[in-house]
């Protein structure tokens, strides 16, 4: 990135040259307004900096006189340096147009500014993402479609909003850009309004308004019906990029921060050592099982399996034995059960198994399937077996919710161990 550096002073402006460089930018010096504004003329800079003038009237003057040849296009980035802050008018400079203005004594909050303003300005060209353009002049989508793809999005053009939401139904977007007018029936303030009405993940995709009309109304309607941002015809290709990155970057960053409360939530559900649900997911979603049993009228059984004698695993093997012991018993629930069965630990050596579309029958067959695999195990040489206990789920249940059907599955375990362990009793 080129920068112009603008300070008679020779040695202010060797130091903020190296400050400059520092940062990786390429700087081109000038010692003269005249010079300054002939370079400008020239090359297309990305930052310019200006050191003190004689007077704030200078000042003025030079920061005039730049923003005049800029007409038409994005205004350069113009810090101004100043000698001493109580003998200008800084509001006046940055009503002129000057972006920024430092004292020189403030090197620091400069190298900061400028390296996070690089920083901005190297975001916008490695943007990320897929953006919906809902546009139907083909001229100006085209223009639109080669900006965005310039730096390094993907965008899919559709004339008519009626298109835009069957594309929508089928293909994930960052972001929505719409004019106001066009093909078809409906608006895009139209397809505004029903995006938001759209399931949860997509009601979040942020939408860019576009319009050749300028009034106050239009953009009020646009934002009151949903639109995240405004832009007007015709588009500046700088403007639309830092637009366009904002609700990129925001609406990427929010997705981040969703999945990692997903990953936290689940991380919370799950037991750490063996990997299945603990007992806090068992009693959240062991209710959603039973609610869906009764809506549909579908079979719902409960399983509790306890491993025989594991405190003796601990006391002749030692702890980790015993965790080996209850990872390998673990995962060979897994691999037995179906996707829609549930499996947790519910605390020490004890699992449960919520199997559902299935009856008692079906339950017994499957858990004395299950107790002769786990009876082969042998995890680190330490023969392993586990007593079950199995009750499905009927009218008596309906008050007490799942507690009914797992006191019921208790009871049978119970009865399992005092019949000698290593069997399947049903209650």
Known sequence: MTVLLYEPNKVFRAVLANRLEELGLDVVSAISADQALTLVNKHQFKLICAGAQPTQVAAIDFIQQ??????????IPLIIFTDDENKIDLAALLE??????????????????????????????????????????EAISLYMSL?????????????????????LENTDFDLIITDFLLEGVMSGLGLVQTVQNLNEVK???????????SDTSRRVEFLRAGASDFIVKPVLPEELIARVNNLVTNKKLVDQLELQQKRLKHLSMIDQLTGVYNRHALLGISGKYISEA????????????????FKKVNDAHGHSAGDSVLKAVSGLLQAECRTEDFVARFGGEEFI?????????????KMERLRKNIETLNPDGIPVTASFGIADFNKADYEQGFDGIFN????????????GRNRVECN
């Open 66 to 75: 730049i923003r005049s040849q800029e007409i038409g296009n994005t205004p």
């Open 96 to 137: 002129t147009g000057a972006t920024e203005v430092f004292h020189k004594n403030r090197i620091t909050d400069f190298s900061t500014y400028i390296h996070n303003l690089c920083f901005k300005l190297e975001e916008q060209k490695q943007l990320q993402g897929r953006v919906l353009l809902v546009e139907d002049d």
């Open 147 to 167: 900006i965005l793809e310039q730096t390094g999005l993907k965008v899919t053009t559709t004339p008519t909003a009626e298109n835009a939401l069957l594309i």
């Open 353 to 365: 198994i919520i199997l559902s579309h299935c009856d008692v029958e079906e339950a017994q067959i």
């Open 203 to 213: 009601a979040r995709i942020p939408v860019l308004a576009i319009s050749s009309m």
């Open 294 to 309: 009764i809506r549909h009228d579908y079979s719902l059984c409960a399983v509790v399996i306890d491993l025989d004698y």
């Open 408 to 419: 019921r599955a208790d009871v049978a375990l119970y009865s399992a161990k005092n019949k």
